[in-house]
């Protein structure tokens, strides 16, 4: 992003969010938020910040090479007032990185979930712990981390506790990796489909129970199972967004599942969502054995009564029950 697409104040905030189909109390806690976040500093743009970190690197070196041959004392007060101006716009640097990343996920990914609670801005505690992970935010990848974390609570104030926000600030990527496979696999929101019994062994049974280790996952080892039931015609069904699994059957239908924690959930709401037309099948080769028929279809319409689907395919029963 150039240097001429950061905001210059807090109403560029509004106007970058206008026609996006974000709600007003979005906006205005948009704004709320980045005013809190970067105070006067709304008015200097990115580039600038950068100039003058880079400018106050240089003067330091230049300073330590100028103690070598004079032999200053390294405790010189003009280099230590330099060391403080490198890291605060370094730091404020790193926090208007952190606003722009926030922008680009509200303004490029409107969400139907957002919050209508009346709240022009977030809670001041919250922002005081936010504030000081986003000035460390030194990579991109931390930057749209915590970008795309300030916009869900924007959008939906407590959706990450402090709790959560002092995990993410601590989570390495090892564990990052691992999690973000395991809930490709989210049967739910809070649930995470259970592999099978020939599945649960070796490398994928270490990886579950490390992640339950870590406290994002529980019960790993359970028996938890959702439990859904056919309508009075016996017709059943389990929707992931813009698909569904649709079966006949007279029974309860068991889905065996993993319950993730409430920091798992709130970390789960910055990662990519799941293949809706893989879960379903994957789903479906589970519990296949307690419908009489199912198909894998594409929602096509909606309303109070509930919704059509087209069939995209009929799934057959697996050759092995898992």
Known sequence: MSAKDHLSNTVGARLRLSEKGISAEVKSRTVAALDRLLGSLI??????????????????????????????????????ARHDLEKATRRASNKRHVADRTLEHLAGEPSGEESQSGELSLDEDWLNYFEDYAEKASTEKLRDIWGRVLAGEIRKPKSFSLATLRFMSELDKSIASVFEAAVQRRASEGFI??????????????????????????DVNGNLQITTKADGEGIWHWREGGYALVGKTKSEVKVPVIMITRTGREVAQILPPANAIELLEDIGAKIHSQVDSMELCAVVSEDREGFRTRTLKVLKRPSSEQ
Do not use: H, N, Y
């Open 43 to 80: 008015d200097i743009p990115t580039a600038k910040l950068e100039t003058m970190a880079a400018r106050s690197r240089v003067q330091d070196i230049r300073s330590a090479q100028r103690i070598d041959s004079d032999q200053e004392l390294p405790g010189d007060g003009g280099a230590l």
């Open 193 to 218: 489909l259970k592999p099978s019994k020939r599945e649960m062994q070796g490398e994928r049974l270490l990886e579950l129970v490390f992640l339950e280790e870590v406290g994002l996952l529980q």
